[in-house]
């Protein structure tokens, strides 16, 4: 039998533009899904932590790089970068507005609190695809923490930010010798393949170990500009 502790606890629903999202608490952790899918938990964040950090260590010594954050998820990408005093300007796009919520003044306040009352940091409530598509601001680094990577997305329309079309603007907004870092809950040869046909350069992938199963990694390239 199941004790309490086993039994995830919905702490909040809501349905928004694009389906149902789900805050749940499951023992120690806190759980975010999407229209039934599981996509993240605070029970870990070595990944997204070093999504931010190897974007960082792939650029050129610039001072006080700008960097976009795609996907708040549960924090631990935005928590790191506003941590750490080398990063400049710090935007994170999100477009669920809930998950922005459970941050600002909810549940997950207790990881992002701090990141978000830096004045570094921006958080614009839009869907990335169209946000790298419209907007005239430029970065140093992408760091793209969107679904579950490029080969496994819950969402229709993630898909397109991992097409060459997709990465193209991307590139767009990326300055000169900018960084791409592209998370995935697991290694993708084909993923690599696009960003070369997309014209990026120095394209390769770190793995992350984790508790069970194919690690974790972060894809990276170097703008075309």
Known sequence: MPTPYDIPVVLDRR?????????????????????????????????????????????????????LIGGLGVGFSLAHAAADPRWGRITVVEREHAIVAWHRDGPLSALSARALSDP????????????????????????LDIDNGPDWTVTDGNGDLYREAGLASCARVLRPGGVLAVWSAQPSPEFEETLQNAGFQQVRTEEIPVARGVPDVVHLAISPG
């Open 15 to 67: 349905e928004g533009p694009h389906g149902e999202v789900v805050l749940r608490r499951h023992g120690d952790r806190l759980e975010i899904i999407a229209n039934g899918c599981f996509l993240m938990d605070t029970s870990d964040g070595r990944s997204e932590r070093r999504l931010v950090d190897a974007a960082l260590d792939a650029l050129d010594g610039r001072d006080r790089p700008d960097v």
């Open 120 to 143: 570094r940091t921006d958080i614009v409530e839009t869907d990335l695809v169209a946000h790298v598509n419209e907007t005239s601001d430029t970065y140093d680094a992408l760091c």
